[in-house]
């Protein structure tokens, strides 16, 4: 399963963590970075559902894909 992070590149060059989108079994939610925004509180069909409009999907940010390590191979 791949989770997007989302960033924004600022003025100085340097990239400032929005959130994540991450997928559930009952769909996408996004937890969110900024401390003047919340989570999610539904799940959503895809991904781009998921982002709320102050993330500025796909115009003012750019997406990361995280892939998860396999949780049978941490716990050995």
């Known amino acids: 399963m ?3 992070r989302f960033l924004r590149k600022l003025s100085d060059g340097t990239t400032y963590h929005l959130g994540t989108a991450v997928e559930y079994k009952d769909g996408w939610r996004f937890l969110s970075n900024v401390t003047s925004h919340r989570n999610s509180r539904k799940y ?3 991904m781009e559902k998921c982002l709320p409009r102050w993330v500025g999907y796909p115009d003012r ?3 990361v894909a995280v892939v998860q390590k396999n949780m049978d191979a941490m716990c050995l």
């Open 61 to 63: 940010c750019e997406r």
């Open 44 to 46: 959503h069909s895809t």
């Open 2 to 4: 791949t989770n997007y």
